[in-house]
């Protein structure tokens, strides 16, 4: 193997508002509201929501690929048979060159019913994690004699460009620190360079100054140059031009994200009348589509530290690549169900041949 641990920064856009709630009600400007980074309150998508929805992304995927509904349906009827009878020929890799996969299943994925089985009882059964399989393996599983951490490590996705409407028309914001942590600045790259409005509290020189409305605030701007690789977020159905971006201070941009988020009010209906219910108003806020984020998966490869049968990092990273389209249909969050949740990973996942590594 060529390195332990490899990584990749990822990008993603939402074609929903996307809804990722605290829990309960607040007393404020909305009663629902949504998860925020503790220290720049800036909203985000946790990432423990990211690993949640594609554990079980990559265990439907695989659900297409049983040669038949008794193989799909029941564990116990795969003990004996070899993987080319229970996979169809035309399954990819992920999926034949892992013996483990044998015992998958939808149960995989979620809360495991049977934790207090061991690893060796719950391969047969037809509830609860397998401990075989490349879903419990890459994210991780715990079982009565074993507990196992998973391969995969997902940070948070965090707001790289906002959209928020001007008198110009849509604009994208950033600040300078996001796109340092994002990797898209680079000012020794003479190549990269685009001009962007820079948006300051204070200019000094007057004939250069304009002024912008960012939602209520209106603020001075000049064009800069600054070296932002926009084509890392660019995908067949969008793309960032320069002169769509607006680069903010660090210290004005929580506060134009969290004046520009969408709020939505909503009304509980009686299931007996099919009317509102009386005093059951309430208001939700979320991230707007269009709004883009970034953020990193870290493959951890432990085939040359013990002695388990795992799937090579290259067919993990395959499978978040077969998976990802599933953000664009079921999304992630809450109020899927209400027009909210739908995202696009612009970022190709797959780091080299699939391989088989059983040992």
Same mark, same amino acid.
């Given at each position: 193997?060529?390195?332990?641990?490899?990584?990749?920064?990822?990008?993603?856009?939402?074609?929903?508002?996307?809804?990722?709630? $605290?829990?309960?009600?607040?007393?404020?400007r909305v009663d629902n509201t949504i998860v925020r980074d503790p220290i720049t309150k800036i909203p985000k998508i946790p990432g423990s929501s990211v690993a949640g929805t594609w554990r079980y992304f990559v265990a439907l995927e695989a659900h297409k690929y049983f040669a038949n509904d008794e193989y799909r349906i029941n564990r116990s009827s795969r003990k004996n048979k070899i993987m080319e009878e229970i996979f169809n020929p035309n399954s990819p890799d992920w999926i034949k060159k892992h013996k483990g996969n044998k015992y998958i299943a939808i149960k995989c994925a979620g809360q495991d019913e049977e934790p207090q089985k061991t690893v060796d009882e719950s391969k047969n059964m037809d509830t609860g994690h397998c401990g075989h399989c490349i879903v419990c393996k890459a994210f991780g599983y715990s079982k009565k004699d074993?507990?196992?951490?998973?391969?995969?490590?997902?940070?948070?996705?965090?707001?790289?460009?906002?959209?928020?409407?001007?008198?110009?028309?849509?604009?994208?914001?950033?600040?300078?620190?996001?796109?340092?942590?994002?990797?898209?600045?680079? &000012?020794?790259?003479?190549?990269?360079?685009?001009?962007?409005?820079?948006?300051?509290? &204070?200019?000094?020189?007057?004939?250069?100054?304009?002024y912008i409305n960012l939602g209520w605030l209106n603020l001075p701007y000049k064009i800069e140059k600054l070296n932002i690789d926009l084509d890392k977020v660019k995908s067949k159905d969008f793309e960032l031009k320069p002169q769509d971006v607006i680069v903010v201070s660090d210290s004005?941009?929580?506060?134009?994200?969290?004046?520009?988020?969408?709020?939505?009010?909503?009304?509980?209906?009686?299931?007996? $009348?099919?009317?509102?219910?009386?005093?059951?108003?309430?208001t939700s806020e979320a991230i707007p589509r269009g709004t883009v984020f970034y953020g990193e998966i870290r493959v951890f490869d432990r085939n040359n530290l013990n002695n388990e049968n795992l799937p090579s990092k290259e067919?993990?990273?395959?499978?978040?690549?077969? $998976? &990802?389209?599933?953000?664009? $249909?079921?999304?992630?969050?809450?109020?899927?169900?209400?027009?909210?949740?739908?995202m696009k990973i612009l970022t190709r996942l797959e780091d080299g041949e699939c391989k088989i590594e059983d040992k």
């Open positions: 193997m060529s390195d332990i641990t490899s990584s990749q920064r990822i990008y993603s856009i939402a074609t929903d508002p996307i809804y990722i709630g $605290t829990g309960g009600y607040t007393i404020g074993k507990s196992w951490q998973g391969m995969l490590f997902f940070s948070d996705l965090n707001i790289l460009f906002f959209p928020v409407y001007t008198r110009f028309g849509v604009k994208w914001i950033s600040s300078e620190r996001i796109l340092k942590e994002a990797g898209l600045l680079n &000012k020794n790259s003479e190549e990269l360079t685009r001009e962007i409005v820079f948006v300051q509290e &204070k200019i000094k020189e007057e004939k250069e100054k304009g004005l941009i929580s506060q134009i994200i969290n004046s520009n988020l969408e709020v939505r009010t909503s009304v509980s209906i009686d299931p007996i $009348t099919g009317a509102a219910k009386e005093g059951a108003l309430f067919c993990i990273w395959q499978a978040l690549e077969n $998976t &990802k389209h599933y953000y664009e $249909t079921l999304g992630i969050g809450g109020m899927t169900t209400r027009g909210f949740g739908r």
